[in-house]
Every structure is written in C-alpha cells, then in structure tokens.
Nanobody, 125 residues
C-alpha cells in the first residue's frame, strides 16, 4: 500500500489547512486510516483516525474540536481539515493505514501497517 500525503504549508495562527492522503490501492476501504505528526525533536504522536466505513472517528485531545478527519472510499482519499491552527501544531504530518479492527490500536504508531511520506505544516505566530 502506497500512501501520498499533501496539502501542508505555511499558515498564520488561527488559520486553516486541509491535508489529503491518496492511494492507488483498490482495497483502501479495507483499512482504517490515521494521521500522525512529528514536531522537531519530539516523538511521533497520534492526531486522528477514522474507521473503514468512516462512521467512527478518533482524535487526540489536543486537536479535538479543531480538526476533522474524513475519508472517501470511492476516491480512495483521506482528508484532515485543520482549523484554528496554532504554533504547537507545527510538525511533519503523516497518513497511515491500519489493518486492525480494534479502535484502541488506532492511537498508537504500532497499530499501523503502512505509512506515507510526511507533509510539512508550519504555523507562524
């Protein structure tokens, strides 16, 4: 499974960005999908995840109410709408695919089987 993340950039605090993750794999709907991020000098951390059918979503407390994860199984795309961005959101953002059926595993990097390359998000104050 190859994943391609895009949509990062430079934005002022309070602004918005929309990240996208695309894949050519026809079995996209067989995977739960997630977003993680890694800031310079810090460990990779969970941001958000969505179940295979898009019904269930999971968020880190730090982004709840500001970020929205969604997926389009017909187009094999995953999105992350990020609003009210602040400098603490600055990081390299990764999309990932999980074959697990347990929602509890979506919060951890180890719960994912495939990773895309990151897309950089920089929020200026």
């Amino acid at each position: 499974v190859q994943l391609q993340a895009s949509g990062g950039g430079l934005v002022q605090a309070g602004g918005s960005l929309r990240l996208s993750c695309t894949t050519s794999v026809r079995t996209f709907r067989n995977y739960a999908m997630g977003w993680f991020r890694q800031a310079p000098g810090k460990e990779r951390e969970f941001v958000a995840a969505v179940s295979r059918d898009g019904v269930f979503t999971y968020y880190a407390d730090s982004v709840k109410g500001r970020f929205t994860i969604s997926r389009d199984n017909a187009m094999s795309t995953l999105d992350l709408q990020m609003n009210s961005l602040n400098p603490a959101d600055t990081a390299l953002y990764y999309c990932a695919a999980s074959s697990s059926y347990s929602g509890r595993t979506y919060y951890y990097s180890s719960g994912y089987d495939y990773w895309g390359q990151g897309t950089n998000v920089t929020v200026s104050s």
